[in-house]
């Protein structure tokens, strides 16, 4: 009797470990933006963009040529051209990051806790999405992006929200 609680006792401990889901781990190969991270796990390569935000880059690609959105971003990355690399100077070409995905965009972490979407939010380099529905991530996003609002960092310094208002509804038309 005595063996089969001794038994009994030991399961009920190491279940969650049995069970625990192993982080999905992948090399950074390459930075083109902000908005675009190459990953690689084996052999398989693919692109990363981060979950529930869209990028300043995101929203220049998006805006005509001659639009107030793009102008403004120019004069953002002008005044600001470290910010068009913050992505850049935060991770590291060959190294390994935690990975999650959801919805075709890549959940990042990187620094620590804190994912990619969310320092680009901290730092006024991204809009969080309009219909962002995710009980883990929305609080955090909000409260990056009201940080960055309050003390006018990045976009919200130089109104880019306002003036890319029609960009971020057609991009939240097309990856809901």
Request: glycine content about 2%; hydrophobic content about 40%.
């Amino acid at each position: 009797m005595n063996k089969i609680l001794y038994f009994l006792i030991l399961i009920t401990i190491y279940t969650p470990f049995i069970d625990a889901k192993e982080p999905t781990l992948a090399i950074l190969r390459a930075i083109y933006s902000n908005a675009e991270q190459k990953f690689s796990i084996a052999q398989y390569s693919f692109l990363c963009k981060p979950y529930g935000v869209i990028t300043v880059d995101e929203l220049y690609k998006e805006a005509k040529k001659d639009s107030t959105c793009r102008s403004s971003i120019d004069i953002f990355y002008k005044q600001n051209p470290k910010d068009k690399f913050f992505t850049s100077s935060l991770l590291k070409l060959r190294q390994t990051y935690h990975i999650e995905f959801k919805n075709n965009r890549c959940i990042l972490y990187a620094k620590g806790l804190n994912t990619l979407s969310e320092l680009l939010l901290s730092k006024g380099l991204g809009i969080k999405k309009i219909i962002f529905q995710d009980e883990e991530f929305s609080n955090k996003f909000a409260e990056a992006q009201l940080d960055a609002k309050a003390n006018k960092l990045g976009i919200y310094k130089y109104d880019v929200k306002l003036k890319c208002i029609a960009e971020l509804f057609s991009i939240e038309k097309k990856n809901p």
